[in-house]
């Protein structure tokens, strides 16, 4: 497939110690954007991982899901990244994980499921700015979409990496007058974490 990426191509870009840990999961898109010398992701990010019992392979404790971002050969940071959390409260752990391959001129984006519906905020963590958004009923994609303004027809015309390219280049132009808060202030504005489980059929 001309979208596959090499071991070399990928182990040049900031996505390279995602891989080597195992964090990049459930791919949905791993491959060659349309700019030269860039790939992208669309998945999931382990965050947590759960204890290994001897050789069993064990599903991670948390992730952050639908996750779009992508990074250049050469290039150590990332300089667009959206996903979903359950809770606001992980952020940090997104920072974690991303520690070394943020950017204060990176574009971060986190929609949080249990952040007023009202309610954006900008919050700096580690060098960098996380725009914080609430999300209902939709998907990362589709709220990228909407909040960026795209053209959903001329997406339509678009491959999965052409999809990716268009959301990541508007979302690297963006700029918001979001409130600015600290993470302390989210934790305390954050409403109650959701059981996802609930309701499901058994």
């Known amino acids: 497939m001309s979208d596959m990426i090499t071991r070399h191509e990928l182990a ?3 996505l390279a110690r995602l891989e080597h840990e195992g964090r990049l ?3 949905v898109f791993k491959g060659r954007t349309i700019t030269p010398h860039r790939v992208g992701f669309r998945g999931e990010l382990a965050l947590r991982f759960a204890r290994r019992l001897a050789d069993e392979a064990r599903p991670p404790q948390l992730c952050c899901e639908q996750i779009m971002t992508v990074g250049t050969v050469g290039d150590q940071h990332i300089p667009f990244f959206a996903g979903w959390l359950l809770s606001f409260e992980h952020l940090i752990e997104v920072a974690n994980v991303l520690d070394g391959t943020l950017s204060p001129r990176g574009k971060y984006f986190l929609f949080c499921d249990n952040i007023d519906l009202a309610r ?3 919050v700096p963590y580690k060098g960098a700015m996380f725009y914080v958004l609430p999300i209902l009923e939709s998907t990362v994609y589709n709220e990228m979409v909407d909040l960026l303004h795209l053209d959903k027809n001329e997406l339509k015309k678009k491959g999965t990496a052409g999809k990716l390219e268009a959301v990541a280049d508007a979302a690297i132009r963006f700029d918001s007058p ?3 808060i600290s993470y302390s202030e989210g934790l305390r504005l954050m409403g109650a974490v959701r059981n ?3 309701n499901r059929p058994v």
Do not use: I
């Open 196 to 198: 996802p489980n609930e």
């Open 25 to 27: 999961l459930n791919a």
């Open 12 to 14: 040049e870009t900031p």
């Open 178 to 180: 979001f409130d600015t």
């Open 120 to 122: 954006r905020y900008k």
